[in-house]
């Protein structure tokens, strides 16, 4: 990097200068503390050889480090006006930097990929994430900060106050934890609350028809909540006695059903 840009005064001073001011309308709070930076690339053991996806480099704190750690990294950042210092920031860089909004990526483009690391935009959060188990690729883990709030609720397990359709879908991939903390203060411009890190994986992905059908039980499980799990699994046609079969009491709701239940209910999915 030709700026310290792990230097708060320096970050400010590259913003300023180049007339770049942090835009919230796409959760630009740069992580710019290069220990938390590391902490995060450590929990997801970023490894020489390992082909990253990242979303949202903004002004590349972390793609630097992981480039430096051996790693491939394809990048997809939205703003164009961040992509375009790429060149002067980091004239050694390797990356695959695509200036593109990622929820409109190609999956083709990023399938050779088998980690992702993202600090995210916090308001898109749950569309990435959907986006990134219903693609099609096999990433082996995923490893996200987000909002603290936000990554203990999509961490809750069965049985825990929140637990909805993307948490079931998370823990039916693998175990979804909430790892370490990491303070607003580390952030440029500093959000209001803390953020932390959460990481899914290993992930054992179901075979791909199995899963698009998981995809398909989970969320119609959820879709009422207020129902019963046999109303909102009606509009699938599964064989009523397929409940009894697997031991589903009459009037459970979805999130009383586990991982294995779930997966259980998507094999009985008629074609
Ligand atoms: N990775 C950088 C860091 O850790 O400092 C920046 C993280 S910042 C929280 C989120 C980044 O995502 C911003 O650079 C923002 O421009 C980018 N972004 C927002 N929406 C996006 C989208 N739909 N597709 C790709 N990038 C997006």
């Not at 990294?73 to 980091?90: C, G, K, S, V």
């Amino acid at each position: 990097m030709t700026a310290d840009l792990y230097h708060l005064a320096d970050l400010k001073e590259f913003l300023q200068k180049n007339g770049l001011q942090a835009k919230r309308s796409l959760g630009q709070n740069f992580l710019f503390h290069k220990i938390e930076c590391e902490k995060i690339i450590r929990v997801a053991d970023v490894r020489k050889g390992d082909k990253v996806l990242e979303i949202g480099p903004g002004l590349g704190h972390l793609t630097c480090l992981m480039e430096a750690a051996g790693a491939e990294i394809t990048a997809y950042e939205i703003d164009q006006r961040l992509t375009n210092f790429w060149p002067e920031l980091h004239p050694e860089s390797k990356a695959g930097l695509i200036n593109e909004d990622f929820l409109q990526a190609d999956a083709k483009e990023f399938s050779r990929c088998s980690k992702v690391v993202a600090n995210l935009p916090y308001y898109i959060v749950k569309e990435i994430i959907l986006k990134l188990i219903s693609c099609g690729v096999s990433f082996q883990s995923l490893t996200f900060t987000i909002q603290k709030e936000e990554a203990l609720r999509l961490a809750q397990k069965k049985g825990e106050e929140r637990y909805g359709a993307l948490n079931a879908l998370l823990q039916i991939l693998g175990p979804a934890e909430c790892v370490a903390t990491i303070k607003k203060d580390n952030f440029y411009p500093r959000p209001h609350i803390d953020s932390a890190i959460l990481r899914i994986g290993p992930i054992s992905w179901p075979e791909y028809s199995l899963w698009q059908k998981t995809l398909k039980v989970v969320k119609a499980a959820f879709k009422n909540r207020r129902k019963i799990l046999k109303s909102n699994l009606a509009e699938l046609n599964i064989p009523m006695k397929t409940f009894s079969e697997l031991g589903i009491n009459e009037l459970a709701r979805a999130e009383e059903l586990s991982p294995k239940l779930f997966l259980a209910l998507a094999r009985r999915l008629p074609e």
